[in-house]
């Protein structure tokens, strides 16, 4: 077999998803490119570590770890990859399965030396077997899926979407770990970006480096019925603007919020008016579709001036993990810590030198989308809180309460769009 060997990661902490697991392991067993390895890190579950334990204790090619750091998915996949012994490593979701060529492309793609990362493409598996009709597919990395917007094919990209991706080996011995901090923690913190801000600190630490996403490495991600609610994409989309502002304090605006412009003025827009232009032709869903882009992007906004806030009066709140172990990655480390410690240090630098995401983020909304200027009032009532002298986050959260509360009215009536049409 040519090319590089892969191991697989799959973090996992919780015994309801005991199916999903058996499931994702099957289909990285199945592969028409063999897996060198897959492991199983449990997030400080100790039934959980039992059960799998006994289940692949016979099992050639699948070993079972706790996870040997915090709790939460980046310090699980920093346990996976101290442990791994490919030259690739790769991350597959719990709840997702691959389909059969999905190594084979992820391999195909590391022949260029200069590839350091390659992600996939993540289709939705809902739970009531179809889209929710007011669902735009803009907004779908809100279920961990592909979104409309991504250019299709083999291309080049900022960053690859954790849920479907594999990095060099390399790439972690010279930029270190996920960030402990931003990501998920089981069900609790929908959060994320912190593959974002992983591939953000490896092309700074690597200028060379290329990462791309391959559309036809494929996985299919099951979305359970209350993800397909709109209180749940609601607190997604919100969660998400509080990651960004942490990216953005990490590695500066101008990075951290570098494929965001795009999408928020040229993608969104035009979802909405495809809505709106749905809704006159009396298609299903379209006048929902619409009214959720705006109330999403409202509530990002907001949890991205919230974020902003905290982040300016706290500091970073996350930190680089050293990764140790496997080939050579001992005498590496020290490198790593040192090269993630000034691409944070860089990050904040351009903070301090004027690169406001608040600023960056108004910017890009007033550069073309209109349905987001509810979300620009909301960012002027927090600073005229803060000008006032209260307590500055107090007023960020106030004025997204009241964005909150406009939301959940029009909730109803998006659903309800939905249904009638």
């Not at 058996?22 to 449990?42: C, G, I, M, Y």
């Not at 039934?47 to 692949?56: G, I, M, S």
């Not at 989308?369 to 007023?395: C, V």
């Amino acid at each position: 077999m040519s090319g590089p060997d892969i191991s697989v990661v799959i973090c996992v902490y919780t015994e309801d998803r005991w199916e999903d697991i058996l499931a994702a392991v099957a289909s990285v067993r199945a592969q028409s490119r063999p897996a060198l390895e897959t492991l199983l890190v449990v997030d400080h579950n100790q039934a959980l570590l039992d059960r799998l334990t006994r289940e692949f204790k016979e099992t050639n090619g699948v070993r079972v770890l706790a996870n040997a750091g915090p709790r939460g998915l980046s310090a699980g996949r920093n346990t996976g990859i101290a442990a791994a012994h490919g030259d690739v490593i790769a991350f597959l979701d719990d709840d997702a399965v691959a389909e059969r060529d999905w190594l084979r492309h992820f391999a195909s793609a590391y022949a260029d030396p200069r590839v350091m990362a390659v992600g996939g493409r993540t289709v939705p598996s809902w739970a009531s077997g179809r889209r929710p009709v007011w669902f735009p597919e803009e907004f779908d990395w809100v279920v961990g899926c592909t979104y409309r917007g991504l250019p299709p094919g083999l291309v080049r990209v900022r960053n690859v979407l954790g849920g479907n991706a594999s990095f060099r080996r390399s790439a972690f011995d010279t930029a270190g770990g996920f960030a402990t901090g931003i990501g998920r923690d089981g069900d609790k913190r929908p959060l994320g970006c912190e593959e974002t801000e992983l591939c953000i600190r490896l092309t700074r630490a690597m200028p060379d480096a290329i990462l791309l996403i391959d559309d036809r490495a494929v996985i299919h991600h099951r979305v359970p019925s209350a993800r397909e609610r709109f209180g749940y994409f609601r607190t997604r989309a919100y969660a998400e603007g509080l990651s960004k502002a942490l990216v953005a304090r990490s590695v500066g605006a101008d990075k951290g919020l570098e494929s965001e412009r795009r999408y928020t003025t040229r993608v969104l827009p035009a979802g909405v008016a495809r809505g709106v232009r749905d809704a006159l032709l009396a298609r299903p869903g379209g006048a929902g579709r619409a009214g959720a882009i705006v109330a999403g992007v409202c509530a990002a906004a907001g949890g991205y001036v919230v974020g902003s806030v905290r982040a300016r009066r706290s500091g970073t709140t996350f930190s680089v993990a050293r990764i140790e172990g496997g080939a050579d990655a001992t005498d590496r480390g020290a490198d790593a810590i040192e090269g993630a410690a000034d691409a944070t240090d860089e990050g904040t630098d351009a903070i301090n030198e004027g690169a406001d995401p608040i600023e960056e983020a108004a910017d890009a909304i007033d550069e073309g989308a209109d349905p987001i200027e509810g979300a620009a009032d909301a960012t002027d009532e927090g600073t005229d809180a803060i000008n006032k002298g209260a307590n500055p986050i107090q007023g960020a959260a106030d004025a997204t309460d009241g964005g909150a509360d406009a939301i959940d009215e029009g909730a109803d009536a998006i659903e309800g769009s939905g249904r009638r049409d």
